[in-house]
């Protein structure tokens, strides 16, 4: 690998939260460095030194160092150079706080050496270009193409689009699970669908990037990000980058897949490649289900979204998301009432017994009280009343399972109040096998209540409302102290933002969606 313009190993970065120290260059493209770092990271006065990897926003075209700055190579491009880098950031603030097992982690983003950087989770492993050397068979070809069509689903639900899928920017983990990275090219969108990125270079990468993509995406494009998620499907089943999309033909993929792939897989691919967008598979979802076939799976909005119960296959269990108020009790009757007949009939009973004798008088006095039956029955009813009831039961590290389907809680230690059913029902706690933690109400074995408090196991926490499992409404802070107040999608299992505002560690509002 050429390396120009980069950073020494050696060279610390101090602007972020700790001070970052690059061992080696990971990556270099048209829009930007990647760099391995260290740095100490503190647990209890306890230093570990830990890897992270950072993104520099540097266009090798319209920028070059300057000792450790970074300038514009021509003072004409001044300002694109600056609404580059501001977009760099804003995206990078955007992507910071998503959750998803196959999308690399942003952490934190600054400024220094003239130009940005976002630092992010440094995933251990080899790039698919490398582990796919030769061809994949198809079964193992799917499973990745799967999980990264996830993630990116995921993304598209906030009106993200990568738009640089390819072999070299998945990496597979040791276990396998392959993650996302490289959001370099990645442009967000508003709600009419304009980008909220300004920067106007055409990146794309031969092989992967439909026609108009050379052209520059100016609205919300997900179509852009199936054509690359097909090519890389025909990277792994072929072995070879495909031709770039001025030169692939449709003769060409089916005969590079020809004796390879299914029938249904190559008819994925051909509609996920089409040249003109229009023609072109529309969503991650259709090329997911067209991929695995309608009877064969079901659709993977995202990996964790519960379907709805329309949409849910019949068998299938359903939890009810939705608790029925108790009404109000009825006021308890008044206790002096009781007193009062007690008293009368301890009076009467002893003025009778002192001043009349005989069975007769007894037998009419029997009879004359013979028609209070209904005030005894009272009383009777009204003493069971007053009984309190029994204290709750209360159980310590309990094995759980949440009920709702593909809730990212799923299997924890619970410690709190349960209902007759041994469900966690009032206010408890909850450890996850992650390593994260949980405090707040439940309601029939799920989270779900105001004045929840969730703890991630990296030091980033969330307050504010659950529902069946799943963040509603409250504050996000990160562990750089960032924090988010607004709205979560209720559905989404990773943490999804809605409407809400972002702001910096000392409160001042950086961003708003």
Same mark, same amino acid.
């Given at each position: &690998?050429?390396?120009?313009?980069?950073?020494?190993?050696?060279?610390?970065?101090?602007?972020?939260?700790?001070?970052?120290?690059?061992?080696?260059?990971?990556?270099?493209?048209?829009?930007?460095?990647?760099?391995?770092?260290?740095?100490?990271?503190?647990?209890?006065?306890?230093?570990?030194?830990?890897?992270?990897?950072?993104?520099?926003?540097?266009?090798?075209?319209?920028?070059?160092?300057?000792?450790?700055?970074?300038?514009?190579?021509?003072?004409?491009?001044?300002?694109?150079?600056?609404?580059?880098?501001?977009?760099?950031?804003?995206?990078?603030?955007?992507?910071?706080?998503?959750?998803?097992?196959?999308?690399?982690?942003?952490?934190?983003?600054?400024?220094?050496?003239?130009?940005?950087?976002?630092? &992010?989770?440094?995933?251990?492993?080899?790039?698919?270009?490398?582990?796919?050397?030769?061809?994949?068979?198809?079964?193992?070809?799917?499973?990745?193409?799967?999980?990264?069509?996830?993630?990116?689903?995921?993304?598209?639900?906030?009106?993200?689009?990568?738009?640089?899928?390819?072999?070299?920017?998945?990496?597979?983990?040791?276990?396998?699970?392959?993650?996302?990275?490289?959001?370099?090219?990645?442009?967000?969108?508003?709600?009419?669908?304009?980008?909220?990125?300004?920067?106007?270079?055409?990146?794309?990468?031969?092989?992967?990037?439909?026609?108009?993509?050379?052209?520059?995406?100016?609205?919300?494009?997900?179509?852009?990000?199936?054509?690359?998620?097909?090519?890389?499907?025909?990277?792994?089943?072929?072995?070879?980058?495909?031709?770039?999309?001025?030169?692939?033909?449709?003769?060409?993929?089916?005969?590079?897949?020809?004796?390879?792939?299914?029938?249904?897989?190559?008819?994925?691919?051909?509609?996920? &490649?089409?040249?003109?967008?229009?023609?072109?598979?529309?969503?991650?979802?259709?090329?997911?289900?067209?991929?695995?076939?309608?009877?064969?799976?079901?659709?993977?909005?995202?990996?964790?979204?519960?379907?709805?119960?329309?949409? &849910?296959?019949?068998?299938?269990?359903?939890?009810?998301?939705?608790?029925?108020?108790?009404?109000?009790?009825?006021?308890?009757?008044?206790?002096?009432?009781?007193?009062?007949?007690?008293?009368?009939?301890?009076?009467?009973?002893?003025?009778?017994?002192?001043?009349?004798?005989?069975?007769?008088?007894?037998?009419?006095?029997?009879?004359?009280?013979?028609?209070?039956?209904?005030?005894?029955?009272?009383?009777?009813?009204?003493?069971?009343?007053?009984?309190?009831?029994?204290?709750?039961?209360?159980?310590?590290?309990?094995?759980?399972?949440?009920?709702?389907?593909?809730?990212?809680?799923?299997?924890?230690?619970?410690?709190?109040?349960?209902?007759?059913?041994?469900?966690?029902?009032?206010?408890?706690?909850?450890?996850?096998?992650?390593?994260?933690?949980?405090?707040?109400?439940?309601?029939?074995?799920?989270?779900?209540?105001?004045?929840?408090?969730?703890?991630?196991?990296?030091?980033?926490?969330?307050?504010?409302?659950?529902?069946?499992?799943?963040?509603?409404?409250?504050?996000?802070?990160?562990?750089?102290?960032?924090?988010?107040?607004?709205?979560?999608?209720?559905?989404?299992?990773?943490?999804?933002?809605?409407?809400?505002?972002?702001?910096?560690?000392?409160?001042?509002?950086?961003?708003?969606?």
């Amino acid at each position: &690998m050429i390396q120009e313009n980069v950073l020494p190993k050696g060279t610390v970065l101090r602007n972020g939260k700790r001070p970052y120290v690059i061992q080696s260059v990971l990556g270099q493209g048209s829009f930007g460095i990647t760099y391995l770092v260290t740095a100490d990271v503190y647990v209890d006065n306890i230093a570990f030194k830990t890897s992270f990897a950072i993104k520099e926003c540097f266009e090798s075209s319209k920028n070059m160092r300057q000792g450790r700055d970074v300038v514009t190579s021509n003072p004409n491009n001044y300002q694109e150079v600056k609404d580059s880098m501001e977009s760099f950031l804003k995206e990078a603030r955007r992507l910071n706080g998503r959750k998803h097992p196959n999308i690399v982690r942003v952490n934190e983003s600054f400024r220094e050496n003239g130009t940005a950087y976002y630092v &992010m989770e440094y995933v251990k492993g080899r790039s698919l270009r490398d582990y796919a050397k030769g061809r994949l068979k198809e079964s193992e070809a799917l499973r990745i193409i799967k999980a990264v069509s996830s993630a990116v689903s995921y993304l598209h639900e906030d009106r993200i689009t990568h738009l640089d899928i390819k072999p070299d920017n998945i990496l597979l983990k040791d276990d396998g699970t392959p993650v996302l990275i490289d959001f370099g090219l990645a442009k967000g969108y508003d709600s009419a669908g304009r980008p909220t990125r300004t920067n106007k270079s055409a990146g794309y990468s031969d092989g992967y990037a439909p026609m108009e993509q050379y052209l520059g995406i100016k609205a919300f494009t997900p179509q852009a990000d199936v054509y690359a998620l097909a090519a890389t499907l025909l990277y792994m089943l072929t072995g070879r980058d495909p031709r770039m999309a001025s030169e692939i033909s449709k003769e060409y993929i089916i005969e590079s897949l020809k004796g390879i792939a299914s029938p249904k897989v190559c008819s994925a691919i051909l509609h996920g &490649m089409e040249a003109l967008k229009v023609n072109r598979t529309h969503t991650v979802n259709e090329f997911v289900q067209e991929l695995v076939g309608f009877n064969d799976s079901k659709p993977i909005p995202t990996p964790y979204e519960r379907p709805s119960h329309a949409t &849910m296959p019949i068998g299938e269990s359903q939890q009810s998301i939705w608790v029925k108020p108790v009404s109000n009790p009825k006021p308890r009757p008044s206790i002096p009432s009781l007193k009062r007949y007690g008293n009368w009939a301890f009076v009467g009973g002893l003025v009778l017994a002192m001043f009349v004798a005989g069975y007769f008088i007894y037998h009419s006095l029997s009879s004359a009280f013979s028609g209070n039956g209904a005030s005894e029955a009272k009383e009777k009813q009204d003493t069971t009343i007053l009984v309190s009831e029994p204290e709750p039961k209360v159980v310590t590290d309990m094995s759980y399972t949440s009920p709702v389907k593909g809730s990212k809680m799923g299997t924890y230690t619970y410690t709190g109040p349960v209902d007759e059913n041994d469900r966690p029902h009032g206010i408890g706690k909850a450890k996850l096998t992650n390593g994260d933690l949980y405090e707040g109400p439940f309601v029939n074995g799920v989270m779900e209540g105001e004045n929840a408090k969730y703890y991630y196991k990296v030091g980033d926490r969330f307050e504010g409302k659950m529902q069946n499992d799943h963040f509603v409404n409250g504050t996000y802070t990160s562990v750089d102290g960032s924090f988010y107040k607004g709205t979560f999608d209720p559905k989404s299992e990773t943490l999804k933002t809605l409407h809400g505002t972002w702001y910096d560690k000392s409160g001042k509002k950086i961003d708003e969606i």
